[in-house]
């Protein structure tokens, strides 16, 4: 079951949710290279287990981290986007090639997810 399946979570699980994520961005971001998911949301933070107060959550759909595929691919999904994504002119580096996505991307969409 997603994230965006479930109707309504606690403070609590909220907060458990939350440090679970950073936990796995923080872990994500330190490999070498990064891994950088570019499509969080709440569809693709999947419930593992939800009891007694006590939720465990993990990041499904890897199909667009940076990976797999060329980094400077526009991808993601619209409304979670980091605004930066949409400006040509901020996607661009001084020589008018295609910035890399940064992990700060993920973070966005992360901070996009939890305001819902």
């Not at 979570?9 to 939350?18: A, C, D, M, S």
């Amino acid at each position: 079951m997603s994230l965006a399946a479930l109707l309504r979570t606690t403070v609590h699980e909220g907060t458990q949710i939350l440090c679970q994520c950073l936990s796995a961005l923080t872990y994500l971001h330190g490999l070498e290279p990064p891994i950088i998911h570019r499509d969080i949301k709440p569809a693709n933070i999947l419930v593992q287990y939800r009891y007694a107060g006590f939720i465990d959550v993990k990041f499904g759909d890897f199909g667009l981290s940076r990976d797999t595929h060329d980094p400077t691919t526009f991808c993601g999904t619209s409304i979670y986007m980091a605004p930066e994504l949409y400006n040509e002119k901020d996607r661009r580096n001084a020589n008018h090639e295609a910035r890399s996505y940064t992990p700060a991307v993920d973070i966005w969409s992360l901070r996009v997810t939890v305001c819902e």
